[in-house]
Nanobody, 123 residues
């Protein structure tokens, strides 16, 4: 399965971006998650947020609560990550992937990672 993450870019601190994760039209997933990895740090893939297909139940990392919001659009089979109040510490490559494990924050339990999209926040 190919998941397409997009929407990254360069933004000033305090700015906003919306990331998209598009799944193939007929692909059924249980839970989709967003993770991020600072450039050059191969083993630091951090959980950001997740959402369950069935009821939209979501979870956000403490570091992004109140600033980021995950959502889904069933008609497009797409998951979004609205990022507001961006900080330089949010600079990373953002990835989406899916899992069958409810509320999992472990990247090892996710699969079908896409290419990722780079978010750069300048101070």
């Amino acid at each position: 399965v190919q998941l397409q993450a997009s929407g990254g870019g360069l933004v000033q601190a305090g700015g906003s971006l919306r990331l998209s994760c598009a799944a193939p039209e007929r692909f059924a997933w249980y839970q989709m998650g967003w993770f991020r990895q600072p450039p050059g740090k191969e083993r630091e893939r951090e959980f950001v947020a997740s959402i369950r297909w069935r009821d939209g139940r979501s979870r956000h990392a403490d570091s992004v609560k109140g600033r980021f919001t995950i959502s889904r659009e069933p008609a497009k089979n797409t998951v979004y990550l609205q990022m507001n109040g961006l900080e330089p510490e949010d600079t990373a490559i953002y990835y989406c992937a899916h899992t069958t494990e409810f509320a999992s924050v472990d990247p090892g339990e996710y699969r079908d990672w896409g290419q990722g999209t780079l978010v750069t926040v300048s101070s």
